[in-house]
């Protein structure tokens, strides 16, 4: 089985391909130099690889068996969410499975409607991560905000998501927990905090 998580972060399990497109893992990717380059004290794994979903990964066409993101997506625009689906359905094998997690925005939603709160509509927008409290100042405080890929850019549902599924031709689309895969791989690269609150959806090419 070849198994594949892209924007994996720190999650780097041996038996699973991890790519990350972080300006601080390119960085640290620099002979000699790199080691010593680290951002808020951030040390990727060895094991994890440069690959950027919105443009190709370094991956063949109809070569992978499982596929798994994690609070990944809702850091693309609207174009860059569909130009990833189109990669992942790339990549994957016919039959292969795709699993992956995000914030689900209905959730974040009815909780601000049903809160009592005189700052709801605050704890919402810091909850959605959208939002800026306060602009960097100082040309490096820039930089750094320009380059990185903290903040969510586009919040989706359940009902969004498995629409933009079902229009990159992926099947059997349907919603699922965390321990919940047919297939024992995802067992190594899920963790259940992640599920918290989120969108979890599996599909196959």
């Known amino acids: ?101 995000m914030p689900d925005l209905k959730s974040l939603v009815e909780r601000y409607l049903k809160s009592k709160d005189p700052n709801a509509s605050i704890s919402f927008i810091r909850g959605t991560l959208m939002g800026l409290e306060k602009r960097p100042k100082g040309f490096k405080n820039r930089v750094i905000q320009s380059a990185g890929n903290h903040h969510h850019l586009w919040l989706w549902d359940e009902a969004s998501t498995s629409e933009a599924l079902k229009n990159t031709d992926f099947k059997e689309i349907r919603p699922c927990k965390f321990g919940d895969a047919e297939r024992a791989d995802f067992r190594s690269v899920e963790e259940a905090s992640r599920f918290d609150g989120a969108i979890a959806i599996q599909c196959t090419k």
């Open 1 to 101: 089985m070849r198994n594949v998580q892209y924007g994996c972060g720190l999650s780097c399990p041996h038996d699973w391909e991890n790519f990350d497109t972080s300006p601080t893992l390119r960085l640290q990717k620099i002979p000699i130099f790199g080691k010593l380059i680290t951002r808020n004290r951030v040390t990727f794994p060895d094991g994890v690889r440069i690959g950027d979903i919105t443009r190709r990964l370094p991956v063949e066409d109809n070569s992978v068996d499982n596929l798994y993101c994690s609070h990944v997506l809702e850091h693309l625009s609207f174009h860059d969410f569909h130009r990833a689906l189109q990669e992942s359905y790339r990549v994957l094998k016919p039959g292969g499975v795709f699993r992956l997690v």
